[in-house]
C-alpha cells in the first residue's frame, strides 16, 4: 500500500469511533461485538489499534486463550470499511491508565458523537474513575490491513491492502 494510501487508512480510523472485534472461542465459536477503539503509537504508516473492554465479557475471555483478532470499521451509510488482522494483547494497569486517558482525548475531539451514547460515554473524560475497576485496555498489533472504499468517479467499490513486509 501507497504512503498515500495509509494515510487513507490511518484518516479514515481517526474518522470513526466503533469498530466491530471479531474473535473466537477456545472451541472455535466465533464471536463478534462492538466496542469504542482508537489508534495511537503512529509511526509513518504504522499504528496500533486499541479498544477497551470490561473483564467479564467473552470476548475479554475469548482473547486470552486465543489472541488472534479481526476488526472492521465501517459506516452504516457508505461502502467503506477497513479491515485489520492482528494479535492482541491485553495492557498492564499503567499503560491502561494512559491509553484510557488517550482515548479520554480522541472522545473529546469527536463530542458531536460522543453524545450519541448518553449514558454510555460523555464527551468530556469519558473514563474517568474507572481505573483499577473490571475496564482493561487491548491493544492490537496489525498482521494485515485492507481498505475498502466506494469511488464515485468509476462507481467501483475499490480494495487496497497494506504491504505488511514494509512494516516489519
Known amino acids: 500500500m501507497s504512503s498515500s494510501c495509509a494515510a487513507d487508512v490511518i484518516a479514515y ?15 472455535g465459536q466465533p464471536q463478534a461485538s462492538t466496542v ?11 499504528f496500533n489499534f486499541y479498544f477497551v473492554t470490561r473483564k467479564t465479557t467473552r470476548k475479554y475471555n475469548n482473547i486470552l486463550q486465543n489472541p ?9 451509510f457508505e461502502p ?6 492482528g494479535i492482541a ?20 475531539r469527536h463530542r458531536i458523537q460522543a453524545m450519541i451514547y448518553d ?3 460523555y464527551p468530556k473524560s469519558p473514563f474517568k474513575g474507572i481505573e483499577g475497576k ?6 492490537v498489533k496489525p498482521t494485515r490491513v485492507a481498505i475498502t472504499s466506494y469511488d464515485g468517479i468509476t462507481k467501483n467499490i ?3 491492502e497494506l504491504d505488511m513486509a514494509s512494516w516489519q
Open 13 to 27: 480510523l481517526e474518522s470513526q469511533l466503533i469498530a466491530v472485534v471479531a474473535s473466537s472461542s477456545p472451541d
Open 36 to 46: 469504542f477503539y482508537w489508534i495511537n503509537d503512529r509511526e509513518g504508516n504504522r
Open 68 to 76: 488472534k483478532v479481526a476488526v472492521v470499521v465501517g459506516t452504516a
Open 80 to 85: 467503506n470499511t477497513v479491515q485489520i488482522d
Open 89 to 108: 494483547e491485553q495492557l498492564e494497569a499503567d499503560l491502561s491508565l494512559k491509553n484510557l486517558k488517550n482515548f479520554s482525548r480522541f472522545m473529546t
Open 119 to 121: 449514558g454510555a460515554f
Open 134 to 139: 473490571e475496564f482493561v485496555v487491548f491493544r
Open 158 to 160: 475499490v480494495r487496497r
